[in-house]
Nanobody
Framework: QVQLVESGGGLVQAGGSLRLSCAAS????????MAWYRQAPGKQRELVAS???????NYADSVKGRFIISRDNAKNTMYLQMNSLKSEDTAVYYC?????????WGRGTQVTVSS
């Protein structure tokens, strides 16, 4: 069982930046596709960005050019650098690890962007 712990959320003004981190409890971190999802109040959870074991990245159109996903396999940690934040980015952000049929989620970290 892979345990995932998110950190780095908080309150920021529109236009500001935050960096989220996701620490994984497995030494096999490098083999997982990792992703950030978010869920705003009253909305479905949506994919924000993903990064494969080989480092290929994918972004939701709404965050392209503003967010950067990265991973440090030596530290078993994934990051999400969020720039030019907007009020619509307000949500709980969740870390996800995926490989084959295995899927693990963190508990989430709240990001609130004030306008």
């Amino acid at each position: 069982q892979v345990q995932l712990v998110e950190s780095g959320g908080g309150l920021v003004q529109a236009g500001g930046s935050l960096r989220l981190s996701c620490a994984a409890s497995t030494s096999l971190f490098r083999i997982y596709t990792m992703a950030w999802y978010r869920q705003a109040p009253g909305k479905q959870r949506e994919l924000v960005a993903s990064i494969s074991s080989g480092g290929s990245t994918n972004y939701a159109d709404s965050v392209k050019g503003r967010f950067i996903i990265s991973r440090d396999n030596a530290k078993n940690t994934m990051y999400l650098q969020m720039n030019s934040l907007k009020s619509e980015d307000t949500a709980v952000y969740y870390c996800n690890a995926y490989r084959s049929s295995y899927d693990s989620w963190g508990r989430g970290t709240q990001v609130t962007v004030s306008s």
